[in-house]
């Protein structure tokens, strides 16, 4: 039913910026709420952030708070995470999610996946 495509990864400084999409395609006119994840190499798929379907809520991982921004343009099919202040530890390939609950923070809750952009943080 959904299909979402990441842009926007690339290699950053310590202290950078980058805004990461996701362009939305789903079968119906039904908006889903979204979220980003991060999956390092050897490690396990985290949470960063996500959105309600509307836009009007938002959670983000402790990690991320102050520094990184998720959103979305629902008129574009899109979403966002604005990333502020990157430190090497934020190196990952990160993932966005389609799902029913944005309140959900378990890649298991998730049933719609991107394929990924990778950051990576490094002077």
């Known amino acids: 039913q959904v299909q979402l495509v990441e842009s926007g990864g690339g290699l950053v400084q310590p202290g950078g910026s980058l805004r990461l999409s996701c362009a939305v395609s789903?079968?119906?006119?039904?908006?889903?709420?979204m979220a980003w994840f991060r999956q390092a190499p050897g490690k396990e798929r985290e949470f960063v952030a996500s959105?309600?379907?509307?836009?009007?809520?938002?959670n983000y991982a402790d990690s991320v708070k102050g520094r990184f921004t998720i959103s979305r343009d629902n008129a574009k099919d899109t979403a966002y995470l604005q990333m502020n202040n990157l430190k090497p530890e934020d190196t990952a390939t990160y993932l966005c999610?389609?799902?029913?609950?944005?309140?959900?923070?378990?890649?298991?809750?998730?049933?719609?996946w991107g394929q990924g952009t990778q950051v990576t943080v490094s002077s």
């Open positions: 959105i309600r379907a509307s836009g009007g809520g938002t």
């Open positions: 999610a389609a799902g029913y609950n944005y309140n959900d923070r378990s890649p298991s809750d998730y049933p719609y």
């Open positions: 789903a079968r119906t006119l039904t908006y889903y709420p």
